[in-house]
């Protein structure tokens, strides 16, 4: 009966641990490099393998060899194993409590991988090899290892698929030989940008666009399938990549006629190792191009205005300061709170632009777009037009208003250092309370803690409260907030808890910046909160 009431104990957390491993693939695109990354430079992948109960858990595996030699009785051996898994039953309990169970979103795939881990868990149970609750807590440890190996076996006719639809969309495309290709990537700003361009030319063209962030082959061969067609005019591709000739692949795939490097900078730097690898894997695109192909380029940023110097095809630099080398750039701009009003200045034409979008950031994106309109032969009035009904990405800058009319901007998609900088220039226009809910950033690599001490160092000055949603890096931002000489206040805390203490301190005139998927889950509890 005891092993009975151990096993139930068992199974639960078997459930809990395999979702959450499938989930924490799925989360990194399932890519060993970024798991081991995860593992190696973040608290909650450190925590796996080295906290303090993860420890207690592999002292118990150990201490079982004190039991053929008498040194501990078997039944007391039991019940150490008991309570482990009594504990871990109350970490699940107090984790749903708090609605925080992971679990991944339900593919054939991830389907799969649970399927068989628990056939394989439940074989294992009844076939010990050694000591019962000693094989429970081994069976345990086995779980994560089995699960990569099933992600990893399933990699190899996953990419046979992924080949197949690749040929098929590359078929379809070549049909269309009138069609217009787009390519648009960089570090940060790359689906805005692509947004941008793709709203501003469907006012005059037939315009498709990759979907959300499917910038990779097989998400680009996904939307040529699905949605190309033969009256298709331009198709405007965001391409990312974690490695060298991720975007060179996919180039051979819709042969892009012109190009957009939005900026470079050392996000995934954990990944490509060195910013000299991200440059190259970016400018792969570029040099994609065919001769009478053209190449956009943000001076804004250093890296990318150094690629525009090497670049000897037809090429266009665009930026918001003003410069003689710039074949367009914006001036005089004014952000509010709800809009972006600027000026474009081409080929000595300067004409007035607004934009209902947050945050003077979005001018650097709409640049290219503008460019490319004029280099199509759209008319400067329809593009004046077209900009004033542009779209926000979703969950880039959107604004909000909580019931109590707090202002909430949603900048969910992604946290990286640009991004964070951005939202606090715009933020600075309020008057009353500012609070930025941040997720510490990722896969930075060597400029990590560099990277968070300076922003740190920028929120301390402006905000009035800094909400993390993990731990990560903890010790550099607290430092940057102490060096950065303002009256920010810290806290981290989970979902639940930073949702509690943004409904008790948010009053009408203050605003409330989510930074990161992380804290997403903050938003959407503070809005069950804020509208109960």
Same mark, same amino acid.
């Given at each position: 009966?005891?092993?009975?009431?151990?096993?139930?104990?068992?199974?639960? %957390?078997?459930?809990?641990?395999?979702?959450?491993?499938?989930?924490? %693939?799925?989360?990194?695109?399932?890519?060993?490099?970024?798991?081991?990354?995860?593992?190696?430079?973040?608290?909650?992948?450190?925590?796996?393998?080295?906290?303090?109960?993860?420890?207690?858990?592999?002292?118990?595996?150990?201490?079982?060899?004190?039991?053929?030699?008498?040194?501990?009785?078997?039944?007391?051996?039991?019940?150490?194993?008991?309570?482990?898994?009594?504990?871990?039953?109350?970490?699940?309990?107090?984790?749903?409590?708090?609605?925080?169970?992971?679990?991944?979103?339900?593919?054939?795939?991830?389907?799969?991988?649970?399927?068989?881990?628990?056939?394989?868990?439940?074989?294992?149970?009844?076939?010990?090899?050694?000591?019962?609750?000693?094989?429970?807590?081994?069976?345990?440890?086995?779980?994560?290892?089995?699960?990569?190996?099933?992600?990893?076996?399933?990699?190899?006719?996953?990419?046979?698929?992924?080949?197949?639809?690749?040929?098929?969309?590359?078929?379809?495309?070549?049909?269309?030989?009138?069609?217009?290709?787009?390519?648009?990537?960089?570090?940060?700003?790359?689906?805005?940008?692509?947004?941008y361009i793709a709203q501003i030319?469907?006012?005059?063209?037939?315009?498709?666009?990759?979907?959300?962030?499917?910038?990779?082959?097989?998400?680009?061969?996904?939307?040529?399938?699905?949605?190309?067609?033969?009256?298709?005019?331009?198709?405007?591709?965001?391409?990312?990549?974690?490695?060298?000739?991720?975007?060179?692949?996919?180039?051979?795939?819709?042969?892009?006629?012109?190009?957009?490097?939005?900026?470079?900078?050392?996000?995934?730097?954990?990944?490509?190792?060195?910013?000299?690898?991200?440059?190259?894997?970016?400018?792969?695109?570029?040099?994609?191009?065919?001769?009478?192909?053209?190449?956009?380029?943000?001076?804004?940023?250093?890296?990318?205005?150094?690629?525009?110097?090497?670049?000897?095809?037809?090429?266009?630099?665009?930026?918001?300061?003003?410069?003689?080398?710039?074949?367009?750039?914006?001036?005089?701009?004014?952000?509010?709170?709800?809009?972006?009003?600027?000026?474009?200045?081409?080929?000595?034409?300067?004409?007035?632009?607004?934009?209902?979008?947050?945050?003077?950031?979005?001018?650097?994106?709409?640049?290219?777009?503008?460019?490319?309109?004029?280099?199509?032969?759209?008319?400067?009035?329809?593009?004046?037009?077209?900009?004033?009904?542009?779209?926000?990405?979703?969950?880039?800058?959107?604004?909000?208003?909580l019931s109590n009319g707090c202002?909430?901007?949603?900048?969910?998609?992604?946290?990286?250092?640009?991004?964070?900088?951005?939202?606090?220039?715009?933020?600075?226009?309020?008057?009353?309370?500012?609070?930025?809910?941040?997720?510490?950033?990722?896969?930075?690599?060597?400029?990590?803690?560099?990277?968070?001490?300076?922003?740190?160092?920028?929120?301390?000055?402006?905000?009035?409260?800094?909400?993390?949603?993990?731990?990560?890096?903890?010790?550099?931002?607290?430092?940057?907030?102490?060096?950065?000489?303002?009256?920010?206040?810290?806290?981290?805390?989970?979902?639940?808890?930073?949702?509690?203490?943004?409904?008790?301190?948010?009053?009408?005139?203050?605003?409330?910046?989510?930074?990161?998927?992380?804290?997403?889950?903050?938003?959407?509890?503070?809005?069950?909160?804020?509208?109960?």
């Amino acid at each position: 009966m005891f092993f009975i009431l151990t096993t139930i104990l068992f199974a639960i %957390w078997v459930v809990r641990n395999t979702l959450f491993w499938v989930n924490l %693939w799925q989360l990194k695109e399932y890519r060993l490099d970024r798991i081991l990354i995860h593992l190696k430079e973040t608290s909650q992948g450190k925590s796996l393998l080295f906290s303090p109960f993860a420890i207690i858990k592999w002292l118990t595996i150990f201490l079982y060899t004190l039991v053929p030699f008498e040194l501990l009785s078997l039944s007391i051996y039991n019940i150490l194993v008991s309570a482990v898994f009594l504990y871990q039953l109350i970490l699940i309990l107090k984790d749903a409590t708090k609605q925080e169970i992971k679990s991944p979103i339900f593919t054939i795939k991830t389907v799969f991988v649970l399927f068989m881990t628990f056939s394989v868990v439940i074989i294992l149970y009844f076939f010990p090899i050694t000591e019962k609750f000693l094989w429970l807590l081994l069976i345990d440890k086995f779980v994560p290892f089995f699960i990569s190996l099933v992600f990893y076996t399933l990699s190899f006719p996953t990419e046979f698929y992924r080949d197949l639809q690749i040929d098929r969309a590359i078929k379809k495309i070549r049909k269309n030989d009138k069609l217009l290709v787009i390519g648009v990537t960089g570090s940060y700003g790359k689906s805005s940008t692509k947004e941008y361009i793709a709203q501003i030319l469907s006012k005059k063209y037939k315009v498709l666009k990759t979907k959300g962030n499917n910038n990779t082959p097989i998400g680009i061969a996904n939307v040529i399938l699905s949605d190309l067609k033969n009256s298709t005019e331009i198709f405007v591709v965001e391409m990312g990549a974690y490695k060298k000739g991720e975007i060179a692949h996919m180039c051979q795939i819709v042969k892009p006629k012109i190009g957009v490097i939005t900026s470079v900078n050392d996000q995934h730097l954990s990944i490509f190792r060195s910013l000299e690898n991200i440059i190259s894997a970016k400018y792969e695109l570029v040099e994609s191009l065919p001769k009478n192909g053209l190449a956009l380029f943000n001076a804004n940023n250093e890296n990318s205005y150094k690629l525009y110097k090497r670049t000897k095809k037809h090429k266009i630099l665009y930026g918001t300061f003003l410069d003689e080398k710039l074949d367009i750039y914006a001036k005089n701009i004014l952000t509010k709170k709800n809009s972006v009003s600027f000026e474009v200045v081409t080929k000595k034409v300067v004409k007035q632009m607004k934009a209902p979008l947050i945050g003077a950031q979005n001018v650097e994106n709409i640049l290219p777009a503008v460019a490319i309109a004029d280099y199509l032969g759209m008319s400067f009035e329809d593009i004046q037009k077209a900009v004033f009904s542009l779209l926000p990405q979703p969950k880039t800058m959107v604004l909000h208003k909580l019931s109590n009319g707090c202002t909430v901007i949603d900048d969910t998609y992604n946290a990286n250092p640009n991004a964070v900088s951005a939202v606090l220039k715009y933020i600075n226009i309020y008057k009353g309370k500012k609070i930025l809910v941040l997720q510490p950033m990722i896969e930075l690599g060597k400029n990590t803690e560099k990277d968070h001490y300076e922003i740190s160092k920028n929120i301390s000055r402006i905000c009035d409260y800094l909400f993390l949603t993990n731990s990560n890096f903890n010790g550099v931002i607290l430092e940057g907030i102490k060096d950065g000489g303002g009256n920010c206040q810290v806290k981290i805390g989970n979902s639940d808890e930073l949702a509690e203490l943004i409904k008790s301190t948010v009053k009408p005139e203050d605003a409330v910046v989510f930074e990161g998927k992380e804290a997403g889950f903050v938003m959407a509890k503070v809005y069950d909160l804020m509208t109960d």
